[in-house]
């Protein structure tokens, strides 16, 4: 893939991206605002541990972040899997970091190489 190649996919991958981090946004508006009745549900059901859990709401709101976090990782994972965007060389995920790195200088920042190929294939 050349660099033009890759700049064009990278750019495809970030667009895509918005939408992950909407959904995140409105399901943490709609649990604030639905709070008292999923509280109220969740006492009903009579779990043990689910009604420690909402006890605590911070907890909840912490668990919500590392599981946002966790699956934007994996999702930014798939999608450059998915698109080829790997060194030549190493053969290094180039997402986050390592692709600005590989735009700006054209090589690779796990490696240090060249990260493209000069000719399409």
């Known amino acids: 893939m050349t660099r033009e190649e890759f700049i064009e996919r ?5 667009a895509g991206d918005k ?5 995140f946004v409105f399901v943490l508006i709609l649990g604030c605002v639905l709070w008292p009745w999923l509280t ?16 605590h709401p911070w907890a ?3 668990l919500s972040f590392l599981l946002f976090g966790l ?3 994996w999702n930014r994972r798939r999608q450059g899997l998915g698109a080829g965007m790997v060194c030549v060389n190493c053969g290094a995920l180039l997402t986050r970091d390592l692709a600005s790195i590989a735009i700006a200088t054209g090589n690779c920042g796990a490696c240090g190489k060249t990260a493209f190929d000069e000719v399409s294939a």
Request: overall charge positive; hydrophobic content about 55%.
């Open 19 to 23: 939408w992950l981090g909407n959904v």
């Open 71 to 73: 699956f934007s990782g």
């Open 10 to 14: 990278y750019r495809a991958i970030k």
């Open 60 to 62: 909840i709101l912490l």
């Open 40 to 55: 109220d549900q969740v006492n009903q059901w009579g779990i043990p541990w689910l009604v420690g859990l909402f006890n």
